[in-house]
């Protein structure tokens, strides 16, 4: 190999290094992989006293961010994650906008999926055990029995159901946990308002029946993936092979006799054999109707073959085959722990030790030196209902130029500036504008008092700052009326809304601007527990001054399902499709509605 060609070959070599860079009060160490729809990146965040932890970013790709189906399924994503509560299931731990790039922090699995396991056992020759298969299937069979029998608030069964269950999509840790990934496409049968609109996705090998023929889903279609998995990990091989078109896979899928398959394979015992074509059986109708059937026989063939799914032995031949990717994933997790952090970071302070604590148990800083000439009420004793204590809270040493949190981050902690000034700034699209420069004695983060789900504006620190972090319940304690504490949230409210108003002027055409108007009533009578919102003051407050094209514009929405309206008033029916439409456009994006 020539110098020129050696360094090429370094130069492609140098391109693919990851640098870490900070993404709003993360910091993506590492990049895991590429997908079709988002990128996925090993990242940390970090405390108090050098607390880091690590975690999963899963960021949506930019050109999908401008297309609402794709906004959509990335979100129901996270929605879903956050009503289960299960060990077979990957937790969700946060999601918003960061710079105009949809995310959602996941927690990190130390392991591999199902898909890289099997082509690693074909490259090594070592198939995975009886055993181990028996474990994974049981495991994630686990995991899909308790979300289709998931309840509501109200106790309704929400029969949700993941749609895409396929072997990257199952993960198991060097220790032998099976947890289910993307629950993207899932889908909550109770809501179809939840299910319009989304983009076909999936491994298409692991597709039911049904689902390539179009017709009505249920919870059958994951025993269906669960079993073609099932098959794929026992026989060694797919149960269908990619052909030369889509148009020919899936008439292969729908063409194969699965039983006579089955029935062939000298790797399957018999006695598994009629579980897995009751699985993968064409007709829904033929299959277990519950998952928890199938997890009863297979906890029978456990039983008659006296196999043993210890999950400590079964932990050996992950560690065994995957032994040079742990040292890998070992060193990308030094390279986590001891990269620090530079630049304009997220100044870390909601940490679980505030939110989660309560107030006795909380470490207390208390000022040693008033600001103004009243004495800070973090200084004094305040009695409780139950106790007396000092302000919990903690102060922050911020140089001039760090971002506290930005613009769509969540948030629940309220600042007061004890030195130094702060900027507040809005953005929309490519336009930012300063909205407010607060020095000593102001404070910011209000929203977090009225519960708001994203801030709404950033805030940077414009000089070096001496700031007081409190807890939205931890400031609770300092109002101890009931009138004065309503009279604050209303103040609260109404500095948002005037901050809303003017985000709603840099929008620069009348779309646009209604899109922003009925976001922003749509929060406000949910607030408010109201229902209808008042077209007259919504085309005063938002400069909608051509009532013919708002009227057209309302009119189209109407067709789409996403709002009632006449010459009065307007009803928001699809809140969520809205707030999708203004995560587009406050993403530098446009939204076209063809009259």
Known sequence: MNARVKDQVAGRFRQRVFEPRVFGRYCLIDQISKGGMSDIYLAKT???????????????????????????????????????NHSNIVQVLDMGIIDGEYYIALEYIEGRNVAHITSKAAKTGRSPSLEFVLHVVMELARGLAYSHRKKGETGENLMLVHQDINAFNVMVSYEAEVKIIDFGIARIFLDKQEVENLPVAGKLLYFSPEQLRKKPVDRRVDIYGTGVLMYEMLAGERLVEHQETVGDTVKAILEVNVAEKVAKSDKIGDELKPILSKAMAFDPADRYSWMEEMIQDLRGVIRKCGIDTDSSELAMYMKEQFHREILLDRRRMRKLSSHKLTGSVAVPVSTAALTLTPPSTL?????SAPLTPASWPFDQQHESRDETFQIPHKTLTVPAGTIIFRQGDPGRDLYVIRTGRVKLSLAVGNVEQTVAVLQEGDFFGETALINEAHRSVSARTHEDSVLVCLDREIFAHLIHDDFAGSVIANLVEKLRDSRAHFEGVLLDDSLSRLIFALVFFQRRLNRRNGRDIDLTELRELFRLQDAELVKKYLTKLESLNI????????????????????????????????L
Request: no cysteine; glycine share 6%.
């Open 563 to 594: 709002l009632q309206t006449d010459d009065q008033a307007v009803r928001i029916t699809n809140a969520d499709t809205l707030e999708n439409i203004l995560g587009v456009l406050r993403g530098q994006g446009k939204f076209v509605l063809k």
């Open 363 to 367: 470490d207390r800083d208390v000022f």
């Open 46 to 84: 970090v405390g108090e006293s050098g607390f880091q932890k690590p975690l999963v970013i899963k960021k949506l790709i930019p050109r999908y961010a401008a297309k609402p189906s794709f906004v959509k399924r990335f979100v129901n994503e996270a929605k879903t994650l956050a009503r289960l």
